[in-house]
């Protein structure tokens, strides 16, 4: 219900922003103006999801907004903790775009198409970084890449050294692979590697990395086959799958035999068909196999893989995407990877030129050892950034870095003082953008007016049970078709309560506010609407 008053009270609220320029005046509430573009802005005759039909009522409507909002206002309902911390969330998620630069993304959006149509065959090593370990690990890394480029074998020093522990069975490969499939900084390393070279040495979360490069193939589509499994590697499943191919040979339909043969019970009842894939998606034994057939309706003899038997048909090939059929979803996957801080902070970078933030670096020096976790919060009163009017002091920081032990906290504060700009930004972006502006003050009011109305309307019957039995009595004539206790209309007498006070409360509002309209502008109005 929420979001649904909500959504109405926001397109409402839109009004009051319409009429920054000059505009004629509609009706003032204690000489506070409201404007006729607010009015033919809400009720523009085109507009069907408003489905306003009679003038006079639109006219109310409009004044008793106007009223709730004074009231809400009055009431001190707009500075409440509650309503601050919701509007101070709502303005963080709607300051995201704002926080993303488009140029920077869009160059994103290029290189992850680009790598969506081409596969990278690859070898890695790997030398874990933990902690302190770092610098120990780079010098391991170094030192292995110094015996590559001697001519070392990399398959060998991939079992000798890596700490991908399946590279004592596999050498270190990985396949083939594209976009999204690897940390970024490994994808980028393997795609600007050319094939039959080492890469540089590559830093990811997880530690250091040499990659060999093998191969690079361009994508024609992503491969469609159907397959009959038969699980299971003993004697038995090998005659098992050899009847079924005797049987496929015979005659029999490839799509009758799957559902009556194949263990695969995912794909058995759509004739076998698996989700369409590129290289490295499945087991080798099998992508072998699938992709040497190339002819609708060919079907390869039986074969094994780690888990079982199988026979596999070509359906055909499924065709990639264009650009602008991808974008939304590469854009989605973009701001949810590694990748997606670039364009944050790129744009961050940008607004943060603008304010002019000063760090007082003596003030900071307390913080350079763990000794600053014994020193009362009371001693650390200097500022230790500005940020234009707003001053950041030291017990802010000694707050943050409370549960951060390290032996030189300072090591948190660029994480801090980014995290305090991007605050001090957001809660003055209504300021140099009126879009956001306009956003923030029709939610604003929408979350005001939602608690006038649960106070003054939406929450009375359960504070007034005893008034409401009344007004069931009252009118008990009016419920008798729908039943004749009161528990079995209580939905309906709580409704018809909750109309009837908000009409009186209304009433009381238009009785002590001096509303006065502008005779002219509703005459000419009412005749345009009419």
């Not at 009429?19 to 009015?39: H, N, W």
């Not at 802010?396 to 032996?407: G, S």
Request: aromatic letters at 10%.
């Amino acid at each position: 219900m929420k979001k649904y008053v909500l959504g109405i009270l926001c397109l409402v609220g839109q009004l009051a922003l319409v009429a920054q320029k000059k505009d004629k005046v509609l009706f003032k509430i204690d000489k506070e103006p409201t404007y006729v573009s607010e009015f033919e802005t809400l009720f523009n005759k085109e507009n069907p999801s408003i489905g306003a039909s009679e003038f006079e009522d639109n006219l109310q409507l409009m004044v008793d907004y106007k009223l709730k909002l004074k009231q809400a206002k009055l009431e001190g309902i707009d500075t409440t903790a509650a309503l601050q911390k919701e509007l101070k969330k709502y303005k963080s998620d709607l300051a995201s775009p704002f926080f993303t630069d488009d140029e920077t993304l869009e160059e994103l959006l290029q290189e992850a198409y680009k790598r969506s149509l081409e596969q990278v065959k690859a070898s890695h090593i790997l030398i874990m970084a933990k902690g302190n370990d770092t610098l120990k690990a780079y010098k391991k890394i170094t030192d292995i890449k110094n015996q590559l480029d001697n001519g070392a074998s990399f398959e060998d020093l991939a079992v000798k050294y890596s700490e991908d522990k399946s590279a004592v069975t596999n050498k270190g490969d990985l396949g083939y692979f594209s976009g999204f499939r690897m940390v970024y900084p490994f994808e980028t390393a393997a795609f600007t590697t050319p094939v039959g070279q080492v890469s540089k040495i590559t830093k990811t979360r997880f530690g250091y990395h040499l990659l060999k490069v093998y191969d690079k193939i361009k994508l024609d589509g992503k491969l469609k086959v159907a397959h009959i499994m038969v699980a299971g590697l003993e004697a038995a499943k090998k005659q098992k799958i050899d009847s079924i191919y005797e049987l496929l040979k015979g005659g029999e339909k490839f799509e009758v035999l799957t559902k009556k043969f194949s263990d695969d019970k995912r794909s058995a009842n759509n004739g076998g068909a698996l989700k369409p894939f590129t290289k490295g998606s499945l087991p080798p034994s099998f992508e072998k196999v699938a992709f040497s057939l190339s002819t609708p309706e060919e079907y390869s003899a039986p074969f094994k893989t780690p888990y079982g038997w199988h026979i596999v048909k070509y359906l055909g090939k499924e065709a990639i995407p264009t650009f602008e059929e991808s974008k939304e979803d590469l854009k989605k996957k973009i701001l949810n990877d590694e990748r997606g801080t670039k364009p944050k902070e790129v744009a961050f970078n940008k607004i943060k030129e603008k304010h002019n933030i000063v760090v007082n670096k003596e003030a900071l020096t307390i913080f350079k050892t763990d000794s600053v976790y014994n020193v009362s919060a009371d001693s650390l009163q200097e500022v230790l950034i500005s940020i234009r009017d707003k001053k950041i002091y030291q017990k802010d920081f000694a707050k943050y870095i409370k549960n951060r032990k390290a032996k030189d906290p300072s090591v948190y504060f660029d994480k801090f003082k980014t995290e305090q700009t991007k605050d001090y930004i957001v809660d003055h972006l209504e300021e140099e953008n009126n879009q956001f502006k306009e956003t923030i003050s029709t939610y604003r009011n929408g979350l005001v007016i939602f608690e006038l109305m649960k106070n003054h309307v939406w929450d009375v019957p359960a504070q007034q049970p005893e008034k409401v039995e009344a007004y069931y009595e009252k009118n008990i004539e009016k419920y008798k078709e729908k039943g004749e206790q009161f528990e079995d209309v209580k939905g309906y007498v709580e409704s018809d309560y909750q109309d009837k006070i908000q009409e009186e409360w209304l009433a009381e509002l238009r009785a002590n506010s001096k509303i006065k309209f502008s005779r002219r502008q509703v005459k000419k109005l009412k005749k345009a609407y009419q």
